[in-house]
Nanobody, 123 residues
Framework: VQVVESGGGLVQAGGSLRLSCIVS????????MGWFRQAPEKGREGVAC????????FYTNHVKGRFTISRDNAKNAVYLQMDNLNPEDTGMHYCAAGSSCSRFSGDKDFGAWGQGTQVTISS
């Protein structure tokens, strides 16, 4: 399974970014998909997760109401719309394919990872 992220960048606080992730090498709709963030000198944490069909979504508390995860199974793609960004959102953002969203705050159920896309928010 190959995972490739794009869409990161440098924006001012209050701005928006849309991250994209394309998956190849496997049937896309057998995977739940997650977005994760690793801030400088910190561990990787789950940001959002979406079920195989896209009907269920899950978010870590500090992004609820600001971020929206979605997927397009016809395009083997998953997206993360990030609005009202703040400097605490800065970090490398990773997309991953996994087997369950039930523990997405960690990364134990995700086995296929992209190289990441950097998000930097200036104050």
């Amino acid at each position: 399974v190959q995972v490739v992220e794009s869409g990161g960048g440098l924006v001012q606080a209050g701005g928006s970014l849309r991250l994209s992730c394309i998956v190849s090498g496997s049937a896309f709709n057998i995977h739940v998909m997650g977005w994760f963030r690793q801030a400088p000198e910190k561990g990787r944490e789950g940001v959002a997760c979406i079920s195989r069909s896209g009907t269920s979504t899950f978010y870590t508390n500090h992004v609820k109401g600001r971020f929206t995860i979605s997927r397009d199974n016809a395009k083997n793609a998953v997206y993360l719309q990030m609005d009202n960004l703040n400097p605490e959102d800065t970090g490398m953002h990773y997309c991953a394919a996994g087997s369950s969203c039930s523990r997405f705050s960690g990364d134990k159920d995700f086995g296929a990872w992209g190289q990441g896309t950097q998000v930097t928010i200036s104050s």
